[in-house]
């Protein structure tokens, strides 16, 4: 099997991971258009995306026990075009076929953001491997970029022009059907080893454990970023566009070269991304002028871009070859769901420790990931151990 075209499919699955945030750009569109709905109702089309997406991509790892990743992410393509096909064509009639529309965008989130990665493990060993991870990792912020402006645009035609950016699952699927082989590869399903023996060990969950909480942390960024920018009169919305551009724009340059990042970093590349994205986190505190918010997204985005992949790359060889997607599903499950939950443990916690306004959650993260960083380089040290490693042959 020629790895090239597996790339191929790779990357253009990559490039609309993040194609929900599209939606972004026109909540307040919508809000207008449906006059009289509640505020809560509206967001739920942003939200609901990564909520479904934390569903699918746990479960789409054991499924791909069972059933070929190419089916699964069929699947997943056929979903997402129908949510947008849905939102479009019918959206303006009712906030609940915009709701029901953001459901099946879920599924292809979730099922994409796993069966990507998980194809990577399947193809591709060693240095190839980490290097195709942040090659992906830089497609997702690449495509994101490239999705966002153009559904700006066309929205600035009507609303609901923006969902016309759904089209790009056709060729994707396309390209999915000439490139991706119908079955999986052997290992997926002949076990060299007893199905007993084949068992998730403590590198993956603790992988899952720094990415639960990277996910928690590292939200707040964009969840709050716009208010900081607003708020201390460093600019407008279009501001925080180009600052989340900026981000984007860091993740991809680190994605093309993660696999540099990866020699020169090895094992303690996640830690050190922690400390980067922590000390951005903390810089949005005592930010004086709008060049410093700057700053802080490029560390946002070169953490982004590390963190994915590095985490990724070792909860999947951490594991046997049958279990790598179930592994990866774990770990992308777990950031998904601590971004969705962080504003329900952050604001709160703010709001004793602090005074509950922007600075005291920024510093929160700040302190939090710097803490994680710790944490994850004492953790890995240790399970890399040769005791823990024979430890975990036993488990397995």
Known sequence: MKTSSIKLSILSLSALCMISMTASAVLADIQAYFTGIDSSLVQMILTIPPLLGVVFAFASGPLSMKIPKRKIIIFGLLSGFSGGAIAFVFGSISIYILLFSSLLIGIAQGINSTMTMALIADYFKGDESSAMMGLQSAFVNGGGMVLAFLAGMLASIQWNYSYLVYLFFIPALF?????????????????????????????????????FFYGVFQFVFQANISSVVIENG???????????????????????????????????????????????????????????????????????ASIMPSGTFIAANAVVPQLSATAIAIVTASVNLGMFLSPIILNPLSALLGSGDLKSKYLISAVGLLVLSVIAFIGYNYLNRPQASSVQNQQM
């Open 234 to 304: 460093f600019g407008n919305a279009s501001t925080t566009g180009l600052i989340n551009t900026v981000y984007s724009g860091a993740g991809m340059l680190t994605g093309i070269l993660f696999g540099h990042i990866q020699r020169i970093f090895k094992k303690q590349t996640l830690p050190f991304a922690l400390i980067i994205v922590g000390i951005g986190m903390g810089l949005v505190v005592f930010a004086g002028n709008l060049s410093i918010l700057f700053i802080a997204a490029v560390c946002g985005g070169f953490a982004l």
């Open 175 to 211: 390209i999915t059907l000439k490139t991706l082989p119908k079955e999986d590869p052997v290992h997926e399903h002949h076990f060299e080893q007893s199905t007993a023996a084949a068992k998730l060990n403590a590198t993956v969950f603790f992988t899952a454990f720094v990415f």
